[in-house]
C-alpha cells in the first residue's frame, strides 16, 4: 500500500504562481510514473504533468512553458511548479503514482488539493 499526499495548493491572483508537493508514503518501487491531474468543477480529470523514475517528462498543451514537474527519489517526492496562473487553471490537483510491482502494476491517488485563481 502506498499513500500520496499532496500540498501547496491555495488561492492565487492570475499570473502568479503556486508550488505543488506530493509525497509518497509506505512501500514503493523504483519503476514508476509520478504525476499531476486536475479536475475542474463538471469536467472530467485531466493529465497535467507526468515524470518517469529516470526524469522524462510529458505535459499538456495548456501548461506548456508555464508548469514544471520534478521531483525527489530519495524523498518520494514529486513537485509541480506553477507560474503564469490563469484562471482556467483553477481545479483541483491530484498526484497519481503508476508503479510495476512484484505483483502487477499499481495505480495510487491523492485526495487532491485545491488551486484557485482569481481573476
Known amino acids: 500500500q502506498v499513500q500520496l499526499v499532496e500540498s501547496g495548493g491555495g488561492l492565487v491572483q492570475a499570473g502568479g504562481s503556486l508550488r505543488l508537493s506530493c509525497i509518497a508514503s509506505g512501500r514503493v518501487f523504483s519503476d514508476n510514473v509520478m504525476g499531476w491531474y486536475r479536475q475542474a468543477p463538471g469536467k472530467q480529470r485531466e493529465l497535467v504533468a507526468t515524470i518517469t523514475s529516470g526524469g522524462s517528462t510529458n505535459y499538456s498543451d495548456s501548461v506548456k512553458g508555464r508548469f514544471t514537474v520534478s521531483r525527489d527519489n530519495t524523498k518520494k517526492t514529486v513537485y509541480l511548479q506553477m507560474n503564469s496562473l490563469k484562471p482556467e487553471d483553477t481545479a483541483v490537483y491530484y498526484c497519481?503514482?503508476?508503479?510495476?510491482?512484484?505483483?502487477?502494476?499499481?495505480?495510487?491517488w491523492g485526495q487532491g488539493t485545491q488551486v484557485t485563481v482569481s481573476s
Open positions: 497519481n503514482r503508476n508503479e510495476r510491482t512484484p505483483w502487477g502494476p499499481r495505480n495510487s
